[in-house]
């Protein structure tokens, strides 16, 4: 069964850092494309982050040189560090896959890890 | 950038009646556009890739149309699991990619 399962999240102070984690099953990280998306409360889907297959990265302006995107594939795992946080990185953040290696729409999402930014 | 803009961004309707989403991209995305439903507490969940084409177990009510700078989705039939935020999201021209604020659909 596909799936994906993030884990990390918590209450942590302006400028701190976090790790999320993705744990997957079903299927190889490392032959996907996956991405990050996080949700603001009350807000629409904002994406943060991207790794190809191929480890081509991307970030969202709003979080360039602050996270860093990575995966592991011993662990089927993929990953977002966090550091420098502040009170708008407040979000649910997804884990997601890429649904086509020629198209990005997103075909499996995690529940999600709530990230509150708050002193 | 591209932006996305949906609308409207509440709709009221009532069960068994048709339901029309829009969604317009600021420039041509072509048909790289995708629909996703989110109900409350859970992950958004695709439902039309494509513009047009259904994900695996979406039901048939659901329909997508629309390339371009126009698009939008159709359910033929509201049921009450139907009732939920809908969001585009445009594939043609990222990073970033983009999604529109979502538009609520509510019971009447």
Known sequence: ??????SGGGLVKPGGSL???????GFSVSDHSMSWIRQAPGKGLEWVSHISSGATIYYADS???????SRDSAKNSLYLQMSS???????????VRRGSEIFYFMDVWGKGTTVTVSS | EIVMTQSPATLSVSPGERATLSCRASQSVSSNLAWYQQKPGQAPRLLI??????????????????????FTLTISSLQSEDFAVYYCQQYNNWPPLTFGQGTKLEIK
């Open chain 1, 1 to 6: 069964q596909v799936q994906l399962v993030e």
């Open chain 1, 19 to 25: 790790r999320l984690s993705c744990a997957a099953s």
């Open chain 1, 63 to 69: 979080v360039r040189g602050r996270f860093a995107i």
């Open chain 1, 85 to 95: 946080l502040r009170a708008e990185d407040t979000a649910v953040y997804y884990c």
């Open chain 2, 49 to 70: 890739y494509g513009a047009s084409t259904r994900a695996t177990g979406i039901p048939a009510r659901f329909s997508g149309s629309g390339s371009g700078t126009e």
